[in-house]
């Protein structure tokens, strides 16, 4: 059974030099705790959320190589740890993503949804920026998207730079998505600004929700993530329903934070709203879609059972 109206927390999340592991574990447990009491039934955290891991070794934390290896080795327990949370709080998580080291030794970075009974389902970023190819040396994942079959709705996940790709998310609304969960991390605000106005365009493309949050604050230890710009933002495609039921905000803004401040920013979703303006809306971006040239061309997308 599907819940229809619930709230949602995303991060901006500050990156720290941890003095050790309990440090993180205590910072998390704070964060996850801040949103279930805020009402949040699903909390998102940012895109390389995880590297404020790296600071736990002083011999590779200034390496951005050795961090890679650092943190990937990490990822049992930080995992084991969101699972604990999400069942003591109740809540689903989506966790700050992570270099993941594959059995070929290469990386993919990684975000895992966590349900509140522990299980976990996985997303791999599939575009990667100049800085991941050419410095960086992560590749994209190459299982497609995933849709995630919740109580809470169709979930899917596009990290950071895949959400300036429409294909991508378009397969994921073609497969029944109501909600992308789009974590960030961006050293600029033109960074932020490309990743926020690609999750309001796949909202009203697919006219649907995006939920973004970003990493924020400096971190000058890290060769990875140094400098961290930009605001949580929740937002709907900018219609309403053409019986003047209901609107969507105008700006199609739910809800914004302070830019670079360590914060949530909550909003409640209801996917009533968004079946109607799929059915019914003052335009119809999803049902349209078709029509354009070239439309039949989407990447794979494989359901993922998280019910």
């Not at 930080?78 to 809540?91: E, N, Q, Y």
């Amino acid at each position: 059974m599907v819940i229809s109206t619930w709230r949602v927390a995303a991060a901006q999340y500050p990156i720290d030099a941890l003095a050790d592991w309990d440090a993180y574990a205590t910072k998390l447990s704070r964060w996850v705790a801040e949103a279930a009491a805020g009402g949040a039934v699903l909390a998102v955290f940012p895109e390389y959320a995880a590297m404020e891991l790296s600071s736990l070794d002083p011999a590779t934390m200034g390496d951005l190589h050795g961090s890679i290896e650092a943190v990937s080795a990490l990822l049992p327990r930080v995992d084991a740890l969101h699972a604990d949370l999400a069942r003591k709080h109740g809540i689903w998580l989506l966790a700050g993503s992570a270099p993941r080291k594959r059995t070929d030794g290469s990386f993919v970075n990684t975000a895992r949804l966590f349900a509140p009974d522990g299980r976990a389902g996985y997303q791999d970023k599939l575009m990667m920026t100049r800085f991941e190819r050419e410095h960086w040396g992560i590749v994209g994942g190459d299982g497609g998207i995933n849709v995630f079959l919740t109580p809470l709705g169709r979930l899917a996940v596009l990290i950071c730079y895949d959400s300036e790709f429409p294909l991508l998310a378009r397969a994921a609304v073609e497969a029944g998505a109501e909600v992308l969960l789009v974590p960030s991390c961006t050293e600029t605000l033109h960074g932020y600004w490309r990743v926020r106005l690609g999750s309001q365009a796949r909202a009203l493309e697919g006219q649907c929700y995006a939920v973004h949050c970003p990493t924020v604050g400096d971190a000058d230890w890290s060769p990875s993530v140094d400098r961290n710009r930009g605001a949580a933002g929740i937002y709907a495609p900018p219609d309403r329903h053409q019986g003047q039921g209901f609107a969507m905000p105008e700006d199609g803004v739910l809800a914004i934070g302070a830019e670079s401040r360590a914060q949530w920013v909550f909003a409640d979703l209801d996917l009533g709203r968004i079946a109607t303006l799929r059915a019914d809306g003052g335009v119809l971006n999803a049902r349209d879609w078709a029509e354009q040239p070239g439309a039949e061309r989407l990447p794979p997308v494989t359901l993922v059972d998280l019910t």
